[in-house]
């Protein structure tokens, strides 16, 4: 069964803060994502990957940035926290050449104070 | 541009009643389109998809969907709702690069 799984289901963490995201894959899957989640905006690309150390900007990667070392891991780093990043954080994996579908971990809710 | 539309925040129907929730888009070429769904304070799960064939498609939990390529649209229904159905529902369209443009999501409230 596919499986992703992310480090906190909720995080707090003060402004200013350096704050890691790390997220698991199981599926051997080449693509990772990071999105984040807010009420009435759905779901906004931040970065994601398509190989190890390979990385490419989403739709609003300012004040983020991410790590891809292994495969199976995808690290979402914000480098100074700040409280417009409170947001619902979610990680999602997808193979290639085996359609568009991504496979999402649980989430990460994190509060910026 | 590719683009999603979910043309209502929320949408409530009693129990036991047929559902709809709606979706349009707009891209260039054939459309590969999405959904997902998503409980309270989880991850989003896949239900369903539409790459080729059929114009309808089953999925999971009893979920289906109708591509309509003169409307272009790809509304979500079930014959039947249970409150268990109750959830954040987003729909999806593949772009050119793979990826997925969102849309915004739908409340689905069932009633008892």
């Known amino acids: 069964d596919v499986k992703v799984t992310q480090s906190s289901r909720y995080l707090v963490k003060r402004t200013g803060e350096k704050v890691f995201l790390e997220c698991v894959q199981d599926?051997?899957?080449?693509?990772m994502f990071w999105y984040r989640q807010d009420p009435g905006l759905g779901l906004r690309l931040i970065y994601f990957s398509y190989d190890v150390k390979m990385k490419e900007k989403g739709d609003i990667p300012e004040g983020y940035s991410v790590s891809r070392e292994k495969k199976e891991r995808f690290s979402l780093i914000l480098e100074s926290a700040s409280t417009n990043q409170t947001s619902m954080y979610l990680c999602?994996?997808?193979?290639?050449?085996?359609?568009?579908?991504?496979?999402f971990g649980p989430g990460t809710r994190l509060t910026v104070t | 541009a590719q683009s999603v539309a979910q043309p209502e925040d929320q949408v409530n129907v009693a129990e036991g009643n047929p559902l709809t929730v709606k979706c349009t888009y707009s891209v260039s070429g054939n459309p590969y389109l999405f959904w997902y769904v998503q409980y309270p304070n989880r991850g989003l799960q896949f239900l369903l998809k539409?790459?080729?064939?059929d114009n309808l498609v089953k999925g999971s939990y009893g979920f289906e969907a109708e591509f309509n390529k003169s409307q272009t649209s790809f509304h979500l229904k079930k014959p039947s709702a249970l409150v268990s159905d109750s959830a954040l529902y987003f729909c999806a369209v593949g772009d050119s690069n793979y990826q997925l443009i969102w849309g915004a999501g739908t409340k689905l409230i069932i009633k008892p």
């Open positions: 999602a994996s997808r193979g290639t050449g085996t359609g568009y579908e991504q496979y």
């Open positions: 539409y790459i080729t064939g």
């Open positions: 599926m051997d899957h080449e693509n």
